[in-house]
């Protein structure tokens, strides 16, 4: 009889352990745009969703003129990166965190209205596109990821 109780406080013990493992790499995770422009940056962002198994893309989000945003996204695996890809007006002039710019961007599908792909092929409809997204550096104090949007990308 003890062997069995054993067995079973050792099970628990490991169901326990794989869920708290999964529970800790995918989270909510917290995404700060800092526009340090005078102008209005619409902001999107892409991410690896732990709950679908799938890279999204998703976006609008407006950010004022010197002004922070604060977006809130759930499912995100923390062992992978966060992207963001910010622009101006309809010439789609894009904006950067100059701390990012050297990073290889990811391009990706996004279209004129809200959107969110869990794809990497070219979504259905109208008015679709393939911008570049970049790496967002990770704030340890803030906890979250941080872009500051504070200049054009070079090229």
Same mark, same amino acid.
């Given at each position: 009889? &003890?062997? &069995? ?15 708290a493992a ?5 989270s909510?995770?917290?995404?700060i745009f ?6 209005r ?6 991410y690896?969703?732990?709950a679908?198994?799938?890279w ?9 003129g010197?002004?922070? &945003?604060?977006i809130n ?11 963001y ?6 010439t ?6 100059k701390s990012t710019l050297?990073s290889?961007?990811?391009n990706?599908?996004?279209r ?13 409809g109208?008015?679709v596109?393939?911008?570049?997204f970049?790496r ?6 803030a ?5 500051r ?7």
């Open positions: 009889m &003890k062997g &069995k109780v054993k067995f079973a406080v050792i099970a628990v013990l490991f169901v326990f352990m794989v869920v999964a529970a800790s790499s995918a909510a995770a917290e995404v800092q526009n340090t422009l005078d102008n940056v619409t902001v999107a962002v892409l690896y969703d732990r679908t198994g799938l999204t893309a998703k976006g609008w989000w407006h950010v004022d010197n002004t922070s &945003k604060t996204i759930d499912n995100v695996d923390a062992s992978k990166a966060v992207y890809h910010a622009y101006y007006g309809n789609h002039t894009h904006y950067v965190d050297n290889d961007p990811v990706r599908f996004v004129r209205e809200v959107f969110e792909f869990n794809t990497t092929g070219r979504p259905s109208t008015n596109r393939i911008v570049p970049y967002s550096r990770y704030s340890e104090g906890g979250a990821h941080v872009v949007i504070d200049t054009r990308p070079v090229g």
